[in-house]
């Protein structure tokens, strides 16, 4: 599909110009996301017709319960709909800010309305475990609802921003999505009923977005001859929010924290210090400028190819990291 992603971006207008704070020199098509979308559908489709056990794994349910009360009926068919949900609306938002830029803040509306949508079916961060004890910290409703739709929103907005240089987000995406696939191994045997299966949804998530992001990085890799765009950046950095999150329910700190931070680190911080710097100076945290971090390589003489060759291996790395931690806490 992502040959017919750029057929559709040339007819209907859909390009990246030549641009002062861009790095390529022509007009390239950015309905990339067309391409990563539609084979995320197709792989969960396959899985639905074809594979029994993903559909024995759709139909768990559990209640979720708090002093005894039930909180949350936790149905997996359900939470993979709302998932879907949120990826499909963000896909069309960023479809059409690709032809026509929408404000900031109309995207920050829409991001935080998919987060709700996947919230209320299932995608939440309910609590933590404290350091050094096996004892679980309850978050109250309202912090759940908050703490889950900013992460959520964070994360969405943390793989847009690194989507900078060709192969860039599609790669670290990558990179993600095969070490949570191996999270999941480690890990899925060691734990109660309810998170193993959460767990397990979510190495499915993985491992169709890993398909998706290889498959894309064909095309996009430097020289890429097209672009995810907003559709595609937004859709990705919104699945690996939700993986975090279904992948990590209710387990250990060193699952719930380190692991998936650790895993997105890269994206996490070059947000955070981009958004930190446009606010001291006064602009919009949303404002395009070239202040990443693979901007400041670049400006530095390092090559395009070395600059995303070389956040791929820090990626790497802290994944190597993060599993190794998962390991050791497994035995």
């Known amino acids: 599909m992502t040959p017919v992603s750029a057929v559709l971006a040339k007819r209907y207008g859909a390009l990246d110009t030549r641009d002062p704070r861009k790095v390529h020199r022509s007009a390239t098509p950015r309905w990339g996301g067309i391409g990563i979308l539609s084979s995320i559908l197709v792989g969960f489709l396959c899985l639905y017709f074809f594979n029994t056990p993903f559909r024995q794994l759709l139909q768990y349910s559990q209640n979720i319960l708090r002093n005894g009360d ?7 068919g359900e939470q993979l709909a709302g998932i879907i949900f949120g990826v499909v609306l963000l896909f069309i938002v960023g479809l059409i800010d690709d032809v026509r830029p929408m404000r900031s803040g109309m995207k920050f509306l829409f991001q935080i309305i998919a987060a709700m949508g996947a919230m209320i079916y299932g995608v939440r961060i309910f609590g933590l475990s404290v350091p050094g004890f096996e004892a679980y910290a309850h978050f109250p409703v309202w912090l759940t609802m908050f703490v889950t739709v900013m992460w959520l929103v964070g994360m969405t907005n943390a793989v847009n921003l690194i989507d900078g240089l060709d192969g860039l987000a599609a790669g670290v995406v990558a990179i993600i ?37 290889l498959g894309f990085l064909v095309y ?13 950046s937004m859709t990705l950095g919104f699945l690996v929010g939700c993986i975090a999150v279904t992948g990590t329910f209710k387990t250990t700190i060193l699952a719930v924290l380190l692991v998936p931070f650790v895993l997105v680190a890269v994206p996490i911080v070059d947000m955070t210090m981009v958004f930190v710097r446009r606010v001291l100076n006064k602009q919009s945290p949303f404002t395009p400028d070239r202040g990443h971090l693979h901007h400041k390589l670049l400006d530095s003489g390092w090559t395009h190819r070395e600059v995303v060759l070389l956040i791929y291996v820090v990626t790497l790395i802290l994944a190597l990291i993060s599993l190794t931690v998962v390991g050791i806490k497994k035995t």
Request: net charge positive; proline share 2%; hydrophobic share 65%.
């Open 220 to 232: 996009n890799f430097h020289p890429a001859v097209i672009f995810m765009g907003d559709g595609g």
């Open 177 to 213: 999505s095969m070490a949570f696939i191996a999270v999941v191994l480690i890990q899925a045997d060691a734990l109660r009923s309810a998170s193993a299966h959460q767990l397990k949804m979510a190495g499915v998530i993985a491992a169709v977005m890993a398909g998706a992001t």
């Open 70 to 76: 039930v909180v949350l009926k936790l149905n997996l």
